[in-house]
Nanobody, 128 residues
């Protein structure tokens, strides 16, 4: 059973903002970090932003740095990961996914075993 639920996507004009949410179980949240990934049609899934569980240190892909902000919250046995997306561009159009993640060297990759796989994602479409 996948323990991730993403929401908050939609259609937005270029320059606009969207806030994505991801509900996760504490088990999913227990790994090294949580991260957002995205996948555009015909392209592989790519890292967008990550946040380390222990110290809340964040990292961003160069193509979103300065525009996106990742944060997390935890209440009892549930955790939530957010992605505030500002100054959106048409090239940000993709399905956005959150997941547990690890960092190997300078690269981030998902660790879907903690979550039991991938959630359904949430579509963000940016019109020009």
């Amino acid at each position: 059973q996948v323990r991730l639920v993403e929401s908050g996507g939609g259609l937005v004009q270029a320059g606009g903002s969207v806030r994505l949410s991801c509900e996760a179980s504490v088990q999913t949240f227990s790994g090294y970090a949580m991260a957002w990934f995205r996948q555009a049609p015909g392209s592989p899934r790519e890292f967008v932003a990550g946040i380390r569980r222990m110290d809340r240190k964040t990292e961003y892909a160069d193509y979103v740095k300065g525009r996106f902000n990742i944060s997390i919250s935890r209440i009892d046995d549930r955790a939530a990961v957010y992605l505030q997306m500002n100054s959106l561009k048409p090239e940000d159009t993709a399905v956005y996914y959150c997941n547990s993640a690890i960092k190997a060297g300078s690269s981030w990759r998902a660790n879907p075993s903690l979550a039991g796989g991938w959630g359904q994602g949430t579509q963000v479409t940016v019109s020009s």
